[in-house]
């Protein structure tokens, strides 16, 4: 899809988003009016309207793909959303589910009831209903299995079994297998009496009679080949082949790199018990992403925007609190050097900007150092000399940047010693910005913590509270 016809995509989403929030907002002020109506028609009239608004919002939903409508739910207010999502088809309950945000889907769950809960889980495959089964209430999901066939039961508590980090979490069952002593013809008229092949079927799984991954068959080899040729003649024996108990985003990454749509999943033995496909690799990616961002935020959890006051409260209050508490030690920082800024009042208008490009550099550091860390680019044998590489760039850019605030201000206050003093106490803080960008998300990983965790809200105190102290200080020392 060109950049064109994504723009597009996304004006004609923002266009129907806009038209339910005003066919909401119509008939929010009818229902009004009529309300402040009086007459024997007056329930009539209303009951009229109320229904033609209803009619035309489901039309425009029934309209929409799943991931646009749940696109407009997650954009809606909570009275809002619960309205549209009651216009929803019920057969379409199960796709929207699992196209939301899990914060806006824990909000949809609770309005439905156990009835309609079972129908939509009854929709959807093994792999789905493994990705919902941990947000239903636990007599749904009871429930659910009883109604599973055999083979669909063992699918789901396969993939319930494993971590939702793990490639089993996120696998899929539905995937066509052939033969290798089979030629290319046979396998055509095989296709042919599917009523349809899964999403994203590329490639064709060749396995043997006890279900030992061979090979695969790319759909593209079979179409341009001849038909009387084998199987075995064709396939490729040495695809990219991936272990339930493996990290899902190390697959994602293996994804990227190799250009894949579909791979295969093996057992310890070699034998095929699912695939992985482009779709969920492209969800997890986005969802590690999405991730990482709230993380560095220092947020616990994704939050609904429209989340009550109580529970964004709780989302934010625990790195507020961390934040409260580093901010009172660069208070104490100052305190300690409240007589020399009463002798010389430029420390205080000077002292916030060592301390806020600081902090700028040491999230630059950090944001590279998160990232090379989730790509894998970070070992030990390389630390050192990232360390070396980073306190180098901040070296230059302190002696730099620090000497151009260092003549301004000479300029602003003519006194050279003050530019020298700002010139030293940038550099400095820059270093030790660098210092803690890689010491950090190095230290949380090695705790067994998202290395992202706080990031941003750690490096900003370091920043803060020593580059007032190093300016301060150096001030303190050599210019009273």
Known sequence: MTEVEVKKTQESLQDRLAQVVELLQRQRVVEDLTHRQEGHHHDLVENLVHRQNLVELQRKLDDLHSADVAYILEALPLDDRLTVWQLVKAERDGDILLEVSDSVRETLIADMDDHELLAAAKEMDADELADLAPELPRDVVHELMETLDAQQRERVRSALSYDEEQVGALMDFEMVTIREDVSLEVVLRYLRRLKE????????????????????????????????????????????????????????????????????????????????????????????????????????????????????????????????????????????????????????????????????????????????????????????????????????????????????????????????????????????????????????????????????????????????????????????
């Open 197 to 480: 092949l899964p999403g994203h079927t590329d490639k064709l799984f060749v396995v043997d009679y006890d279900g030992i991954l061979k090979g695969v068959l790319p759909i593209k080899r079979l179409l341009v080949n001849d038909p009387e040729k084998r199987v075995a003649d064709v396939m490729a024996d040495d695809p990219v082949v991936f272990h339930p108990e493996e990290d899902a985003y190390d697959a994602a990454q293996a994804f990227e790199r190799y250009d894949l749509v579909s791979a295969p999943v093996v057992d310890k033995n070699g034998r095929l018990i699912g695939r992985l496909t482009i779709d969920e690799m492209v969800d997890l990616i986005r969802e590690e992403s999405e991730t990482e961002v709230l993380n560095m935020a220092g947020l616990r959890e994704e939050e609904d925007i429209f989340a009550s006051v109580w529970r964004s409260l709780r989302n934010r209050w625990a790195w507020l609190a961390i934040n409260l508490i580093t901010a009172f030690v660069a208070s104490r920082v100052i305190g300690l050097f409240e007589g020399s800024i009463e002798k010389l009042v430029a420390l205080a208008a000077l002292m916030p900007i060592v301390a806020g490009i600081g902090g700028n550099s040491g999230n630059q550091t950090i944001t590279m150092i998160v990232r090379a860390m989730a790509l894998d680019q970070v070992s030990p044998g390389n630390t050192s000399r990232l360390m070396r590489k980073e306190l180098a760039v901040a070296l230059i850019n302190g002696l730099v940047w620090g000497g151009v605030i260092g003549v301004v201000a000479y300029l602003l206050y003519g006194s050279w010693s003050l530019g020298v003093v700002m010139t030293a106490a940038m550099t400095l803080n820059l270093l030790l910005a660098a210092l803690m960008g890689v010491l950090i998300p190095m230290t949380l990983a090695r705790l067994g913590r998202d290395p992202a965790m706080g990031a941003s809200v750690m490096i900003t105190a370091m920043t803060d509270s020593g580059g007032f102290f190093i300016f301060l200080g150096l001030a303190t020392i050599f210019l009273l």
